[in-house]
């Protein structure tokens, strides 16, 4: 699979990076700032805007036994699961709403799915493909069901082995689905750029044969850019108005001066990648002349010799190249030349 499609936009090798503002819990509990999430990423110059659809019933049941509670070294210390899913999901009663509004601003949107019947949902939503978030990357049972549909599948792959992703991966394509792309993916919030291990990027593309790219919990773009440049076709990061919100999900998600940069760093990155090329290119060729050439540093009579007194290699560069300079020792001028004369072989004996 070397490429597919999106709502009409062409991800894969030789496009540009497909990237995903990742709205998550980043909505504020209020419908219009989700919307107002939803512009400011179309302003920043996002692709996509995804968001998640689950409810804290359908992701686990509510239980405060240790088995259920939060470790205090996590972002989410003193929640239990059920908890901060209560805190953390998007009313569904919004999707269809700001799937709309997406749709009117020219922005897709789609979601993550995380059991079977947010999958039905989202299909009365005519979403355009689907994440699979890390976590469900073991869950056969969704990706058989979401596989089925045939439109565009998303899978982050942190945590997973070799071994899942290779089930998942199977389990995909065993429904005839080959419109697949991986993601690396580090499951810590927010990681460190020590355990990004980016060069699992083109091995994944490799590997599975698939389009490959980052979703990236990493702050500021010097992370996806370094992707880009290893190949990644898609970009994917949280994103909110403002990391004071004090959502679950702010502390590593980009603002919108942070988005817009990191789009911008993202199209310079691959602008710059080009193609091979050597030699001179667009405008260095303004620049040759302050190359080193053979010019006349003495006046000369016709008739005598160049020596290494009257001749040297110096700026600028419009006499002969500076090899030839064995070759014009020892000959003699057929004419008077003017010291700070370019050489060329029409002033040689």
Not at 185 to 208: E, G, K
Not at 232 to 245: D, G, M, Q, V
Not at 278 to 306: C, Q, W
Request: hydrophobic content about 40%; some cysteine; charged content about 20%.
């Amino acid at each position: 699979m070397s490429s597919y499609q999106i709502a009409g936009r062409t991800i894969g090798p030789g496009h540009p990076a497909y990237i995903i503002a990742e709205m998550s819990a980043n909505h504020g509990g209020s419908l219009e700032h989700a919307i107002r999430v939803l512009q400011a990423a179309k302003d920043c110059g996002a692709d996509a805007v995804k968001i998640q659809t689950y409810t804290a019933d359908t992701m686990t049941i509510p239980c405060d036994n240790q088995w259920f509670r939060i470790g205090s070294d996590s972002l989410w210390a003193n929640y239990n699961l059920h908890d901060l899913y209560k805190v953390a999901y998007t009313p569904w009663e919004w999707q269809p709403r700001l799937k709309q509004a997406a749709d009117d601003m020219g922005i897709t949107l789609f979601s993550t799915p995380f059991d079977e019947t947010s999958v039905d949902f989202l299909e009365e939503m005519k979403v355009s493909a689907y994440k699979i978030a890390s976590f469900e990357v073991p869950d056969l049972a969704l990706l058989r069901k979401v596989a089925a549909l045939g439109k565009p599948i998303i899978m982050s792959t942190g945590m997973a082995d070799l071994a899942e992703i290779h089930e998942a991966v199977t389990t995909i394509h065993a429904q005839g689905n080959h419109q697949l792309a991986l993601l690396k993916c580090t499951s810590a919030y927010p990681a460190d750029p020590r355990d990004m291990n980016l060069r699992t990027i083109p091995h994944l593309a490799d590997a599975f044969g698939v389009i490959a790219g980052l979703s990236d919990h990493t702050m500021g773009s010097a992370i996806p850019v370094a992707a880009v440049a290893l190949g990644a076709c898609i970009i994917e990061k949280h994103f909110c108005l403002s990391r004071n919100e004090g959502g679950p999900d702010s502390p590593f998600s980009m603002e919108p001066d942070d988005l817009r940069q990191l789009v911008r760093d993202v199209r310079n990155s691959e602008a710059a990648l080009g193609k091979v090329n050597y030699g001179v290119f667009g405008k260095e060729n303004d620049n040759r002349i302050f190359r080193r050439s053979l010019f006349i540093v003495e006046d000369v009579k016709a008739g005598e010799l160049l020596t290494a007194k009257n001749v040297r290699c110096i700026r600028p560069g419009y006499g002969l190249a500076p090899k030839h300079l064995p070759e014009v020792l020892g000959r003699r001028a057929v004419k008077d030349v003017e010291r700070g004369t370019p050489l060329s072989w029409d002033l040689l004996g």
